[in-house]
């Protein structure tokens, strides 16, 4: 299995930053489509942003021009620059890979870490 490790959550004010971070295992990471998503309670799971092998980026429109996805695939690692935070982005982070085919099912988070909580509060 790819194992999963993010960091970087914490409390922080409306309008500020944070830079979450996301560590995966295996040889095959420059191939995975690596995302965030994230859930709070009562609220489903949804996807914050991705990018491809390529780096083709998608983002959910609620942080577009917010969020930044990045890799560096030498490090294996995907981070999540989060600025301009508002208190709806409050919500536990995880760190995704999408294992293409046959590894993994496409277009779903086939692994995930523990998860990160972000807190945006006055």
């Known amino acids: 299995q790819v194992h999963i490790v993010e960091s970087g959550g914490g409390l922080v004010q409306p309008g500020g930053s944070l830079r979450l971070s996301c560590q995966a295992s295996g040889d095959l990471f420059s191939r995975y489509v690596m995302g965030w998503f994230r859930q709070a309670p009562g609220k489903q799971r949804e996807l914050v942003a991705n990018i491809s092998a390529t780096k083709n980026t998608h983002y959910t429109d609620s942080v577009k021009g917010r969020f930044t996805i990045s890799r560096d695939n030498a490090q294996n690692t995907v981070y999540l620059q989060m600025t301009s935070l508002k208190p709806e982005d409050t919500a536990v982070y995880y760190c995704?890979?999408?294992?293409?085919?046959?590894?993994?099912?496409?277009?779903?988070?086939?692994?995930w870490g523990q998860g990160t909580q972000v807190t945006v509060s006055s």
């Open positions: 995704y890979a999408d294992l293409p085919s046959p590894w993994g099912t496409q277009n779903q988070a086939d692994y």
